[in-house]
């Protein structure tokens, strides 16, 4: 009696649960790199994404303008600015000349300069440098501000990833080299596959049964095991050092899996269809094309989310097998990873960089994932 109509069972309530926790916690680091894709360097080095709504405080290290700025006035040499850019609301709390006491003074203090003259920097950051004798050097004097800042968001992280003149930053050709590497790798299989599943499902020859159980062992081969012998192939018949090779890795690799599952979904279509179609004088390829693969939608649509989501995440296959010195063919996974080596602390740009990266997979999924348990119960039940 414990499950009666208009009550649930604790097991239902306890799947919920974990699911919403699921959730949470996928949800928790992708809203994480989005937020901070936003933010500037400061403002990540202030604390977490959580807080990007809040005011932060901020240990900031300014340059004023140079001796070339310096006017004469009243028989000082004077250099006036403010520290901050333009529309940037900033209060300072305390502020220093050097880095052993950057908060020595509070705004309105003067400061006495080390080569003469002073400084005094105001609450809302305006500076002024006063001093006798002319001031001399290349650059302008260096101000440590203790500052709270407002919130801060920009685009030119964007800007700077997918538009970047920096090679090491360019995300842009990147992209494009990823699609370039993804679509024909989905695609190829798919289309191998189903011709195979179809076979497999619905024709009678011999030796059908040890090609499907050879597709069930195919699927536990770990792929490390195949990267340097079909290498050395792809590299004696002249195809190891571009979009041609990788494509034909992805396929061989994702084949097993594609073949298994179109298989299990084709083989539970109902069989009087096929029979009356063939009573009807259809061929098999007529069968194929004109009622299987409508009918097999959902399976195809579940196979092509998994490989578009392993192509384009793929590290190791791109790495073995597009070489390439120039960067014209480097995929994203792969820029990010130099990225990491040469942009170690530039957090914003790697938040941005992962979260470009993220964002075609996320469409794709969302876009085809009630397809997705759909292709995944094919052959499961009756």
């Given amino acids: 009696m414990d499950n009666i109509a208009g009550q649930k069972s604790a097991l239902t309530w306890a799947v919920h649960i974990s699911v ?42 300014i340059r004023a303008a140079g001796p070339d700025a310096q006017a004469e006035v009243d028989g000082l040499y004077v250099i006036e600015g403010q520290l901050f850019d333009a529309g940037k609301d900033a209060t300072i709390s305390a502020w220093g000349i050097s880095s052993r006491a950057i908060d020595a003074f509070a705004p309105g203090d003067a400061a006495e300069l080390r080569r003469g003259g002073t400084i005094t920097v105001d609450e809302v950051g305006n500076y002024r440098l006063e001093n006798t004798e002319a001031f001399s050097g290349n650059r302008g004097q260096r101000v440590f501000v203790t500052a709270t800042t407002p919130p801060e968001f920009t685009f030119s992280n964007y800007n700077r990833v997918l538009f970047g003149g920096d090679a090491s930053e360019n995300m ?34 011999p030796g059908r049964a040890l090609l499907i159980a050879i597709v069930v062992g195919l699927l536990v081969v770990p792929l490390q095991l195949a990267l340097i012998p079909l290498l050395k192939l792809h590299l004696g018949i002249g195809i190891g050092k571009g979009y041609l090779g990788v494509w034909l890795a992805h396929t061989g690799f994702g084949l097993p899996l594609a073949i298994y599952l179109l298989r299990n979904y084709m083989v539970g279509l109902p069989r009087d269809i096929i029979e009356n179609a ?88 969302f876009a085809m994932q009630k397809y997705l348990v759909r292709g995944l119960l094919a052959g499961s039940v009756k």
């Fill in 172 to 205: 842009g050709r990147a992209f494009i080299s990823t699609l370039t590497v993804t679509i024909p790798a989905t695609i190829i299989p798919i289309l191998i596959a189903a011709f195979a599943a179809y076979a497999l499902a619905w024709m009678d020859f």
């Fill in 278 to 365: 063939r009573v009807d004088g259809a061929t098999d390829f007529q069968i194929f094309t004109k009622i299987i693969l409508p009918l097999s939608f959902p399976a195809l649509a579940s196979f092509a989310i998994f490989q578009f989501l392993w192509t384009w995440n793929d590290l190791l296959v791109a790495k073995v097998f597009l070489i390439d010195a120039t960067g014209q063919t480097t995929v994203m996974t792969n820029r990010i990873v130099e990225m990491l080596g040469t942009r170690g602390g530039n957090w914003e740009i790697l938040a941005t960089a992962g979260f470009v990266s993220m964002a075609v997979p996320l469409l794709v999924f």
């Fill in 20 to 61: 919403a926790v699921l959730v949470v916690l996928w949800l928790f680091p992708t809203v994480g790199l989005f937020v901070s894709s936003f933010r500037t360097t400061d403002q990540i080095s202030t604390g977490g994404w959580w807080k990007a709504l809040f005011p932060a405080e901020q240990n900031l290290t």
